[in-house]
T-cell receptor, first 109, second 115 residues
Framework: LAKTTQPISMDSYEGQEVNITCSHN???????ITWYQQFPSQGPRFIIQ???TKVTNEVASLFIPADRKSSTLSLPRVSLSDTAVYYC??????????FGSGTRLSIRP | DSGVTQTPKHLITATGQRVTLRCSPR?????VYWYQQSLDQGLQFLIQ???????AKGNILERFSAQQFPDLHSELNLSSLELGDSALYFC??????????????FGPGTRLTVL
């Protein structure tokens, strides 16, 4: 299973764009890249998933370069409610994913 | 609301005791996963069931066991409890673990406190 590396923590301010980068050097050909968000004392919540190039939904964008060895989750105009832990995972099915330590994002007023 | 339910929400017990945590997956989901999350720690995968059968095993202690019933609800049994077993226990479900999607739907968790 592909291992991921992401920053332990990040700080930003309300209204800013936040980019969290994840490294996954040994990603397999059929692996997808997925991001989850977890608020304190709640279960993680699926945010976005992609295979290559760019994916955008109502809450985030996911940028994946051609070599797929890294990916960047972009949160536009963050608010205090975006303070959470963000997990980057790679895998090809729901039963083949591993949650790492995640990135603790803190948003300040 | 993910559609996954877990009971109880909180559980306080003593060392050496045994407890059972219950999970009902989303309607239509065949796969159930159990995770343990200790204070300020990441999610540790414990075990997965698919349609009643054990599918994958993670870092699950021998004192812990689980099962998935014909109605697809699942129970996680924790026995000979130790102080270190205090944690949040999450259940998640997915539609079909062989589908090309990494989406799992998580329940609200059961907070276990062992005194």
């Amino acid at each position: 299973l592909a291992k991921t590396t992401q920053p332990i923590s990040m700080d930003s301010y309300e209204g800013q764009e936040v980019n969290i980068t994840c490294s996954h050097n040994n990603i397999a050909t059929n692996d997808y890249i997925t991001w989850y968000q977890q608020f304190p004392s709640q279960g993680p919540r699926f945010i976005i998933q992609g295979y290559k190039t760019k994916v955008t939904n109502e809450v985030a964008s996911l940028f994946i370069p051609a070599d797929r060895k890294s990916s960047t989750l972009s949160l536009p105009r963050v608010s205090l409610s975006d303070t959470a832990v963000y997990y980057c995972l790679v895998g090809f099915s729901a039963s083949k994913i591993i949650f790492g330590s995640g990135t603790r994002l803190s948003i300040r007023p | 609301d993910s559609g996954v339910t877990q009971t109880p929400k909180h559980l306080i017990t003593a060392t050496g005791q045994r407890v059972t945590l219950r999970c009902s997956p989303r309607s239509g989901d065949l796969s159930v996963y159990w995770y343990q999350q200790s204070l300020d720690q990441g999610l540790q995968f414990l075990i997965q069931y698919y349609n009643g059968e054990e599918r994958a095993k993670g870092n699950i202690l021998e004192r812990f066991s689980a099962q998935q019933f014909p109605d697809l609800h699942s129970e996680l049994n924790l026995s000979s409890l130790e102080l270190g077993d205090s944690a949040l226990y999450f259940c998640a479900s997915s539609v079909d673990p062989l589908q090309v999607t990494n989406e799992q739907f998580f329940g609200p968790g059961t907070r276990l406190t062992v005194l």
